[in-house]
């Protein structure tokens, strides 16, 4: 990633401007720490491990910022957003937001540890439906107050 805002300082005008979005791989919630065997939190640990095995690190968040400014970028912001984990907020707007992240991470579960978790680990196709069942409940559960976080 560094290398492409780097590409992408290089390529533009003066006075241009740069922006990128990425999700923290992880889950918290503002009402206290999330123990380390939540199902979702551990599940987005497992990611980050393979990938990191793989050479290719999901968890990049927190050194966004500083790859701008090595970039050259001045005057550099970073915005974080905290977004329901699922549908418990009573909020309407954050309620839709929660139940649509919920359909991204829960749906795409599997499709995201296929890769990973086959190549690093050398996990079958049924071991990774089982090992996602148990995250994708709790990611349903809206008894959890749990959030994603996107920078």
Same mark, same amino acid.
């Given at each position: 990633?560094?290398?492409?805002?780097?590409?992408? %300082?290089?390529?533009?005008?003066?006075?241009?401007?740069?922006?990128?979005?990425? *999700?923290?791989?992880?889950?918290?919630?503002?009402?206290?720490?999330?123990?380390?065997?939540?199902?979702? #939190?551990?599940? %987005?640990?497992?990611?980050?491990?393979?990938?990191?095995?793989?050479?290719? *690190?999901? +968890?990049?968040?927190?050194?966004?910022?500083?790859?701008?400014?090595?970039?050259?970028?001045? +005057?550099?912001?970073?915005?974080?957003?905290?977004?329901?984990?699922?549908?418990?907020?009573?909020?309407?707007?954050? #309620?839709?937001?929660?139940?649509?992240?919920?359909?991204?991470?829960?749906?795409?579960?599997?499709?995201?540890?296929?890769?990973? %978790?086959?190549?690093?680990?050398?996990?079958?196709? +049924?071991?990774?439906?089982?090992?996602?069942?148990?995250? %994708?409940?709790?990611?349903?559960?809206?008894?959890?107050?749990?959030?994603?976080?996107?920078?």
């Amino acid at each position: 990633m560094a290398a492409v805002i780097k590409k992408g %300082f290089d390529r533009l005008r003066p006075g241009g401007w740069m922006e990128s979005q990425e *999700p923290l791989i992880d889950i918290d919630c503002d009402d206290g720490p999330i123990p380390a065997n939540h199902a979702v #939190k551990r599940w %987005f640990a497992e990611l980050c491990n393979a990938s990191l095995s793989a050479g290719r *690190p999901l +968890d990049i968040t927190p050194m966004i910022k500083q790859w701008y400014i090595d970039a050259g970028f001045v +005057d550099v912001h970073e915005k974080v957003y905290k977004i329901p984990m699922n549908g418990w907020p009573r909020v309407p707007k954050l #309620k839709q937001l929660g139940e649509m992240w919920q359909r991204n991470v829960g749906d795409g579960m599997s499709g995201l540890s296929y890769a990973l %978790f086959h190549r690093e680990w050398g996990m079958q196709k +049924d071991e990774i439906e089982v090992s996602t069942v148990q995250p %994708f409940y709790r990611c349903a559960d809206t008894r959890d107050g749990g959030q994603l976080t996107a920078v």
